[in-house]
């Protein structure tokens, strides 16, 4: 069974910083492409970044672009997201999903972990 | 404003059919396989279509998808109360070189 679990999120201030996590088992993490979206409150699905499993390149929503940077750890079995220069609009649950969106679609979702900026 | 165009909200009564369209473009869909998502209150989404029109196992066969040229369709027939949910379409866009949702629809079953 595939299993998705981020941590990491929490309350930071504007400007601060913060580092996603999501632990992955049941399945050959090193081949599978991982994608991170975000659902602000009230709005839609968002999607934020990739990284595909052959060569690891990586994909952002110019919304995120020099300010977050996604990665992998296949000796771990684990997914970054790191998060700088935060702003009031990137709060939203942020889950990651296994998968890429424009392959063979995000097959599994991790429960999401909740990122609030605020000061 | 999303790349991809789905009408904010859908109704039908209970056991009949809806359909809910993801209008693109020659970028996007006309050129990459499009997914469609079931985000049900308060939960994770899932995926129920996958590469325009496969099911992932456990999907009803009520759910089904489609694609031509710049627009997909996601249909459910024999509407249950519990298949209210947003739903979205998700694809790869080559210009923006990022993925993109539509902004979402919302299904009421009444």
């Known amino acids: 069974e595939v299993q998705l679990l981020e941590s990491g999120g929490g309350l930071v201030q504007p400007g601060g910083s913060l580092r996603l996590s999501c632990a992955a088992s049941?399945?050959?993490?090193?081949?599978?492409?991982m994608t991170w979206v975000r659902k602000p409150p009230e709005k839609g699905l968002e999607w934020v970044s990739s990284?595909?499993?052959?060569?690891?390149?990586?994909f952002y929503a110019d919304s995120v672009k020099g300010r977050f940077t996604i990665s992998r750890d296949s000796s771990k079995d684990t997914l970054h997201l790191q998060m700088n220069s935060l702003r009031a609009d990137d709060t939203a649950i942020y889950y990651c999903?296994?998968?890429?969106?424009?392959?063979?679609?995000?097959?599994?979702w991790g429960q999401g972990t909740l990122v609030t900026v605020s000061s | 404003q999303s790349v991809l165009t789905q009408p904010p909200s859908v109704s039908a009564a209970p056991g009949q059919k809806v359909t809910i369209s993801c209008s693109g473009s020659?970028?996007?869909?006309?050129?990459?396989?499009v997914s469609w998502y079931q985000q049900l209150p308060g939960t994770a989404p899932k995926l129920l279509i996958y590469?325009?029109?496969k099911r992932p196992s456990g999907v009803p066969d009520r759910f089904s998808g489609s694609k031509s040229g710049t627009s997909a369709t996601l249909g459910i027939t024999g509407l249950q109360t519990g298949d209210e949910a947003d739903y979205y379409c998700?694809?790869?866009?080559?210009?923006?070189?990022?993925?993109?949702f539509g902004g979402g629809t919302k299904l009421t079953v009444l």
């Open positions: 999903a296994k998968g890429l969106i424009g392959a063979a679609g995000l097959a599994d």
């Open positions: 049941g399945f050959t993490f090193s081949s599978f492409g």
């Open positions: 990284i595909t499993a052959r060569d690891d390149s990586t």
């Open positions: 020659s970028s996007n869909i006309v050129n990459n396989y």
């Open positions: 590469e325009n029109n």
């Open positions: 998700g694809t790869w866009d080559g210009s923006l070189s990022a993925g993109v």
